[in-house]
T-cell receptor, first 113, second 115 residues
Framework: QKEVEQNSGPLSVPEGAIASLNCTYS??????FFWYRQYSGKSPELIMF????GDKEDGRFTAQLNKASQYVSLLIRDSQPSDSATYLC?????????????FGTGTRLTIIP | DVKVTQSSRYLVKRTGEKVFLECVQD?????MFWYRQDPGLGLRLIYF???????EKGDIPEGYSVSREKKERFSLILESASTNQTSMYLC??????????????FGPGTRLTVL
């Protein structure tokens, strides 16, 4: 059973600060990692994906992957109130040709003005 | 832009009713998925389909069935709705790549209440 663990939060961060969201996964062979943002009452939307060890930056977002530690994180710089949402970490895998994602339970982030 | 639509945003049904949830995607994706999302439990996969008329059970298929007669449409069926099926149901689709680098695109969700 593939597992993805996230701290459920809530995580409160002052506006303008850096928000750091963390995720660990159980399957050392996992190859792809996704961060989805989900506003209350809405569906998840993809904000970042990362496949290789190291950092990947996209605007105010940086995804970090450390496969040796089985750890992936999302940093949000200059946090804005609009970043308040639940962030879902997902791990991609293939089983007999079927492509799936396993999701963590999400971390609820609140940006305090 | 990928667009995934679901037939209803909110649905209220009675125990024992047969319930159909419809999902349509317009990007010619091979893979389609049905999840339910409950507080504290995250997204759990009910069923998925990788081709027309093909289906595979996910992690929690009990009490559900699916149908995929056309590539763009994937239906979730609750044969006899029960109160423990009250949940947010999310449909997703993805392009078949043959590898693990498959981002999924979600529909807006259907919040189902079973009374």
């Amino acid at each position: 059973q593939k597992e993805v663990e996230q701290n459920s939060g809530p995580l409160s961060v002052p506006e303008g600060a850096i928000a750091s969201l963390n995720c660990t996964y159980s399957d050392r062979g996992s190859q792809s990692f996704f961060w989805y943002r989900q506003y209350s009452g809405k569906s998840p939307e993809l904000i970042m994906f990362i496949y290789s060890n190291g950092d990947k930056e996209d605007g105010r977002f940086t995804a970090q992957l450390n496969k040796a530690s089985q750890y992936v994180s999302l940093l949000i710089r200059d946090s804005q109130p609009s970043d308040s949402a639940t962030y879902l970490c997902a791990v991609g895998w293939v089983n007999f040709g079927n492509e799936k994602l396993t999701f963590g339970t999400g971390t609820r982030l609140t940006i305090i003005p | 832009d990928v667009k995934v639509t679901q037939s209803s945003r909110y649905l209220v049904k009675r125990t024992g009713e047969k319930v159909f949830l419809e999902c349509v995607q317009d990007m010619d994706h091979e893979n389609m998925f049905w999840y339910r999302q409950d507080p504290g439990l995250g997204l759990r996969l009910i069923y998925f389909s990788y081709d027309v008329k093909m289906k595979e059970k996910g992690d929690i298929p009990e009490g559900y069935s699916v149908s995929r007669e056309k590539k763009e449409r994937f239906s979730l069926i609750l044969e006899s709705a029960s109160t423990n099926q009250t949940s947010m149901y999310l449909c997703a689709s993805s392009l078949y790549r043959g590898d693990a680098y498959n981002e999924q695109f979600f529909g807006p969700g259907t919040r189902l209440t079973v009374l």
